[in-house]
């Protein structure tokens, strides 16, 4: 099992910034393959935000590429999502995500979820 919690959501004015933290911990030593954020806004369908494979080049959705960056620090086992130039669109429940192969099968999993609101 993995257990993924978000954190450093909130209501921020369009400019400006927040920073994404995903605590991750897993109960078994298999390697997390890759990391991700998605976003869902209300009445819409989730959507990628950022993506990483692990030692890969990171890649984002073309909304927010130059804009977003997804890092993750391995021995604090934390995955971030620092977002700048903040649009009202950007307003969403954003999901940390991660993958890995247990015994040979694909396991995904998810956080709960974080609040971004970013006011005009």
């Known amino acids: 099992q993995v257990q993924l919690v978000e954190s450093g959501g909130g209501l921020v004015q369009a400019g400006g910034s927040l920073r994404l933290s995903c605590a991750v911990s897993?109960?078994?030593?298999?390697?997390?393959?890759?990391v991700g954020w998605y976003r869902q806004a209300p009445g819409k369908q989730r959507e990628l935000v950022a993506h990483?494979?692990?030692?890969?080049?990171?890649n984002y959705a073309d909304s927010v590429k130059g804009r977003f960056t997804i890092s993750r620090d391995s021995p604090k086992n934390t995955v971030y999502l620092q977002m700048n130039s903040l649009k009202p669109e950007d307003t969403a429940v954003y999901y940390c995500?991660?993958?890995?192969?247990?015994?040979?099968?694909?396991?995904?999993?998810w956080g709960q979820g974080t609040q971004v609101t970013v006011s005009s």
């Open positions: 995500n991660a993958d890995r192969v247990e015994y040979g099968r694909f396991s995904e999993y």
């Open positions: 990483m494979l692990s030692g890969g080049t990171p």
């Open positions: 897993a109960s078994t030593s298999f390697s997390i393959n890759a």
